[in-house]
Nanobody
Framework: QVQLVESGGGLVQAGGSLRLSCAAS????????MGWFRQAPGKEREIVAG????????YYADSVKGRFTISRDNAKNTVYLQMNSLKPEDTAVYYC?????????????????WGKGTLVTVSS
């Protein structure tokens, strides 16, 4: 069992930056692939970025490539999402999740455990 708690959301102006953190419980954090996802009002949840258990492989949605960076610190049981050049369309609740692998085309994205989310609001 893995419990995930996101933090770092808030209100930011367009063009600004935020860094989201996701703290995981459990001693097996380093064995899980991790992902960040988001859900905007009236829209389905979508994948934003994913990272392998070792951190050597990453995935980004086209909409955030070049602006967002996912990273992890296995010693701290934490995964991060650095978000730069934020746009109003990035406004959403952001969730982190853990699973065996990051599978962008699967309905569950390969994730088994989900956090409760943190709200990011980007004003124009």
């Amino acid at each position: 069992q893995v419990q995930l708690v996101e933090s770092g959301g808030g209100l930011v102006q367009a063009g600004g930056s935020l860094r989201l953190s996701c703290a995981a419980s459990g001693r097996t954090f380093s064995s899980y692939a991790m992902g960040w996802f988001r859900q905007a009002p009236g829209k389905e949840r979508e994948i934003v970025a994913g990272i392998s258990w070792s951190g050597s492989n990453t995935y980004y949605a086209d909409s955030v490539k070049g602006r967002f960076t996912i990273s992890r610190d296995n010693a701290k049981n934490t995964v991060y999402l650095q978000m730069n050049s934020l746009k109003p369309e990035d406004t959403a609740v952001y969730y982190c999740a853990a699973g065996g692998l990051v599978a962008p085309k699967r309905s569950d994205y390969g994730m088994d455990y989900w956090g409760k989310g943190t709200l990011v609001t980007v004003s124009s």
